[in-house]
Each structure stands twice: as structure tokens, then as C-alpha cells.
């Protein structure tokens, strides 16, 4: 019902400016409103006084309230509103499964998630035996609210704050405590050499693996020259995650594995070590179908550097790596298949004969200069390699088998599947 504006807003509070429109609080009649362009407004929401949550999605304004039922019991919604106030649309919490009503916590009880395109919200189901702390999402692309998780009375209190999605979890608080729930193990530490006295490498790489999206990855050190007391922290970062974004805008191509790895020393001390990385074929846009098509880089200093993997084993899906790493270093894996430039294409490479007995030939017909040539077993295992330069190789001291040659040049990488027999 519109109404002449003229008689004043004097207990009035603007809370959000809406495709020309203006969202406010009228504090004196607990109401939600807004204000058209033209001078009148409409009343959005009747009752806002249990709450003051709000926030934006998609250029749409979101408000959350509790609605006075009959009974005098009440029922919290959440308002989608995008400017047009004929066109508001209510969305209903959802009931515990006993049937008791969902109250929003009093302050910092919301997290949005970009990356997933969901909130989270975090409150209580009140009934006469006391509050049942819960947390509650709402997907934008199916407008589904769903029960996250319902606690116990007697796990943590009704009285819950400060919510926060992290590693696939959550973290909150209440008065005095702060808990954690499903939260993922994203990272591993090792000190290898306490006191200057080393340590069992072993018994450090027993520790729980790390957890992406309910998918192990086991990171291990195998050898290292840390100095004594040194910690090395490996840690499974996300390239879709707004935090990569704000310090690599944007990957190369896209060939990248969308993990990737943190290594970082505590004491800011460089050190040349040995590590075995889990790659996982579901982070590619396309899996890897053989370990020559798996390298590896790090990012430094705006430039991407190769890294060499020492071996692979593409049963368990795990690389190792030596390298004399920084005190910061990422390590990104890349599957070179995926690139559709035509210098990674194996139509540039041709090899005879094959099958050979001893010696194997290769040619690239681009004429580019070969830098190195590396022989390895389908399982990864490297077992052979020249840096001669030469256009061909002798495999007479291999077992008769399958293998696949990788020949690195000035104009690409090349890899090819060779019958030894």
C-alpha cells in the first residue's frame, strides 16, 4: 500500500540501497520497508524485532525475521528482495524433527559462501527441555534449506556466535568456548630434527592424511637437511578460493589441477628435501592417463618454474619430488595433455622402429633441439634418461614391456607410448 512520504522518517534506519530503491527499519513500528524512487514506499516485512541479519547475493538484498503466529509462538523466514516489493518472496526455516521452531543467533550468525553458492546460518531449536544449538544452509540454486547439524544439549550450549565455514567445516563459539565441527585436516607438520637429535621420518608420515572434500591425500617427507628445531608445515590449498585469487589472479591454463600445495618453513629457512605429493585425476579438467603426462611447478615471483618429479606411481597417485625448496614455496601439478597447444601434441614426435630390441629413434618435426630424454615404466618409474641431445637411445638393458618415452625440447614436451622387446 503505498503512502505519502511527506510524513517522515524520523525513527527511520537505511540498511540498503536496491536498484535505485532504499531498504530501511522503521525502529518506532518494527517494520521493514522501502522507498521507490518516486517518493513511495512499501512495507516488506511486519515484524523485525528479534533480528537485524541481512546481507546480499546476486545483486538480490536478503532479510531474516520472525513472524508472530497465532498462538503467539514465532517463525523465523528469510525475505528475498530485489527492488520489486510485489515481488518478495518468503522462505521458511525449517522445524526440528520434533517439531520445534528455528531462532537465529543474536549476532555474527551468518557465513556466505561464494565458492559453493550457499549461506550458512547458525542458531537454536527451542523446546521446553532447553536449546539445541543447529546450523542450517540455504542453497541459491535449489532456494532448499537444509539441517546442516543439530546438536545435543549436553555437546556444546544453546547460545552460539560467530560462525564460520572453513575446510569444509565450521567453526563457531559461544560464550566462553569455541568449537569446531567436520572441519577438515588441511595441513601436516614435521620436525624431523628436534634439538639437533633427528627424528623417524616414519613415524612422522603416520600422522592422519590430509582431507579435501572428503578425499585423502597423503603428503610424506622422506628425507630432508632442515636445521634443528625447523618445522615444515604442507598444507592443501584451493585455487578456487577467493584467497588464491588475491595473490595469483589466474592460472596459466587450464591444465592445472585446481589443488595445490603451501610449503612453508616456521623459521623462514630454505632446505633441500624430498617429498611424495598425492595428486588426485577428479581436481583435472582431464585425468592423467599416464605419469608422463604429470609435471609439476611452482609459482615465484610472477614466474612459473618447472620442478622435477623423481618418480611417480600412478597406483596411489603419488609424486615425489626433490627440490631445495624456499622458506615459501607452492607446488602446482599440471597435466600437459590437457593444453590443446599443438607443440604438447605426440603427432610432432615420431619414433622407429617400434618395437625395438635395442636402439629407438625419434624425430620431432618441428626441428626443435632436444634438451632431455627420460624412459619410464607405466607405474611412473623412471628408468632411463639422457641429456645428450641425441635423437635416439639405447633400451637394450630394459625387460621386454610397455614404457613411454618423454623427450623435453625448446619448443614443448613430447611423450610417446615404446614396446621394448
Given at each position: ?69 497465532s ?41 556466505i ?17 532447553g ?78 592424511d ?9 603428503v ?27 595473490k ?16 612453508v ?78 607443440k604438447?601434441?605426440?603427432e610432432n ?40 641431445g ?12 610397455i614404457?613411454?618415452l ?16
Amino acid at each position: 500500500m503505498a503512502k505519502n512520504t511527506s510524513e517522515g522518517f524520523a525513527m527511520s534506519k537505511p540498511i540498503k540501497e536496491l536498484n535505485g530503491s532504499v531498504i530501511y527499519i522503521d525502529e518506532n513500528n518494527d517494520t521493514l520497508n522501502i522507498v521507490n524512487p518516486d517518493g513511495t514506499y512499501y512495507n516488506l516485512v511486519n515484524y523485525t524485532k528479534d533480528t537485524d541479519a541481512y546481507f546480499t547475493y546476486n545483486n538480490k538484498f536478503y532479510y531474516i525475521a520472525s513472524e508472530l503466529n497465532s498462538d503467539y509462538s514465532s517463525t523465523y523466514y528469510m525475505y528475498e528482495i530485489n527492488g520489486d516489493p510485489l515481488k518478495t518472496i518468503r522462505y521458511e526455516f525449517p522445524k526440528s524433527t520434533n517439531g520445534d521452531d528455528f531462532s537465529l543467533a543474536l549476532n555474527n550468525n551468518l557465513d556466505i559462501s561464494q565458492e559453493e553458492g550457499k549461506v550458512y546460518l547458525i542458531g537454536g531449536y527451542h523446546s521446553s527441555s532447553g536449546v539445541n544449538a543447529a546450523i542450517l544452509s540455504f542453497d541459491f540454486s535449489t532456494l532448499q534449506f537444509t539441517q546442516e547439524h543439530v546438536f545435543d544439549n549436553n555437546e556444546i550450549s544453546g547460545y552460539v556466535t560467530n560462525l564460520n565455514r572453513f575446510n569444509n567445516g565450521f567453526v563457531f563459539s559461544d560464550f566462553d568456548k569455541v568449537y569446531s565441527y567436520n572441519v577438515e585436516i588441511r595441513a601436516k607438520y614435521f620436525t624431523p630434527n628436534q634439538s639437533g637429535k633427528g627424528a623417524n621420518i616414519e613415524k612422522l608420515n603416520s600422522e592422519e592424511d590430509i582431507s579435501y572434500n572428503n578425499t585423502s591425500y597423503n603428503v610424506s617427507l622422506k628425507s630432508t637437511n632442515l636445521a634443528p628445531n625447523e618445522t615444515l608445515k604442507i598444507e592443501l590449498l584451493d585455487t578456487t578460493a577467493i584467497a588464491f585469487k588475491t595473490k595469483i589472479e589466474s592460472l596459466p591454463n587450464n591444465s592445472y589441477a585446481k589443488t595445490y600445495y603451501k610449503l612453508v618453513t616456521l623459521n623462514e629457512s630454505s632446505h633441500q628435501s624430498t617429498i611424495n605429493l598425492t595428486y588426485n585425476n577428479l581436481d583435472f579438467k582431464n585425468g592423467i592417463l599416464d605419469p608422463a603426462q604429470l609435471s609439476a611447478q611452482t609459482y615465484q615471483d610472477g614466474n612459473w618454474i618447472d620442478l622435477e618429479i623423481t618418480s611417480i606411481n600412478t597406483n596411489d597417485k603419488t609424486v615425489e619430488i626433490t627440490h631445495n625448496f624456499n622458506s615459501n614455496t607452492l607446488v602446482f601439478f599440471r597435466n600437459n595433455a590437457t593444453l590443446s597447444n599443438k607443440k604438447f601434441s605426440t603427432e610432432n614426435l615420431s619414433v622407429y622402429p617400434n618395437p625395438t630390441t635395442s636402439i629407438l629413434n625419434f624425430k620431432l618435426k618441428n626441428k626443435a633441439t632436444i634438451l632431455k630424454t627420460t624412459v619410464y615404466t607405466l607405474v611412473g618409474q623412471e628408468v632411463l634418461q639422457s641429456t645428450t641431445g641425441k635423437n635416439k637411445i639405447d633400451l637394450k638393458n630394459l625387460s621386454q614391456g610397455i614404457y613411454i618415452l618423454k623427450v623435453v625440447s625448446s619448443n614443448g614436451t613430447y611423450t610417446k607410448n615404446i614396446i621394448k622387446e
